[in-house]
């Protein structure tokens, strides 16, 4: 479901998500609560790699359903397998199994610089960070200092971290990095095959987060100043009091 729990215990009816066949409408009962953790738990499950167990499953019923002579069921089934199936057809983060990684992508727009770093844990991608910085060092030292404070003492570094360039200090970095692993780190710059199509995509995510932040910017400055001409303000308003 998408609503809220405060729409989801006081609905009388289903809303236009059931009508359209997105939800099953369990606000009003017309799911029990096995069948509906059961979806719950599909869902978790294909969006954690999974997807395989979920197209059989999903193919497993609706062969049932046709044998059963339920017709409008297999056919929403048939539906349901089909739209996994495209969304299964776009290329994957990474191949399953693979090292950890973390992949630093940077968008280096001259006034500021943007980091992203994609968490990718067996293959899959577990999170994505964004950092915005003002531009006061050049590119390489600003990777070596992120490096340092991003494996702090509360993040354990991975196997491997693909960087979009060399930095100063490298062999340090991975001495420490390594310390705190206790483990062998890679840290490297890549030119082919997958790690660079990670890189390529970490470095797409820094630029449309660095994009994303200043229309955020922007669209809060122009609020601000609307409210400044709305209560005729001398200065444009930096703090609100409310009682």
Do not use: W
């Not at 049932?64 to 983060?93: C, G, I, M, S, W």
């Not at 610089?113 to 990718?120: E, G, H």
């Not at 050049?138 to 060399?166: C, H, K, N, V, W």
């Not at 790690?195 to 601000?224: C, P, V, Y």
């Amino acid at each position: 479901r998408t609503c809220s729990d405060t729409q989801l215990y006081n609905r009388s009816r289903p809303c236009i998500s059931y009508e359209i066949g997105n939800c099953v409408a369990p606000c009003v009962g017309l799911v029990d609560r096995p069948a509906y953790m059961e979806l719950v738990d599909r869902a978790v499950r294909f969006l954690s790699g999974r997807d395989e167990e979920v197209v059989k499953e999903i193919e497993q019923q609706m062969n049932a359903a046709a044998d059963r002579l339920e017709f409008e069921r297999a056919a929403d089934l048939r539906d349901r397998l089909r739209h996994v199936k495209e969304t299964l057809e776009n290329p994957q983060v990474a191949r399953r199994g693979g090292p950890d990684r973390d992949v630093i992508g940077l968008c280096d727009t001259g006034d500021e610089v943007a980091l992203c770093v994609l968490v990718v844990r067996d293959g899959s991608l577990a999170s994505s960070k964004h950092y915005s910085f003002i531009r006061r060092l050049e590119a390489d030292q600003l990777l070596a200092s992120f490096l340092g404070q991003f494996y702090g003492t509360q993040r354990q570094p991975p196997a491997e971290i693909l960087m979009p360039r060399e930095c100063e200090d490298l062999d340090l970095h991975r001495e420490i990095l390594e310390e705190a692993r206790g483990a062998s780190v890679v840290l490297r710059v890549p030119e082919r095959g997958e790690g660079l199509r990670l890189l390529k995509l970490a470095e797409r995510n820094a630029e449309f987060g660095h994009r994303k932040t200043r229309e955020d910017a922007q669209r809060a400055e122009a609020s601000l100043q609307a409210l400044q001409d709305r209560l005729n303000l001398f200065n444009l308003p930096e703090r609100m009091e409310c009682f």
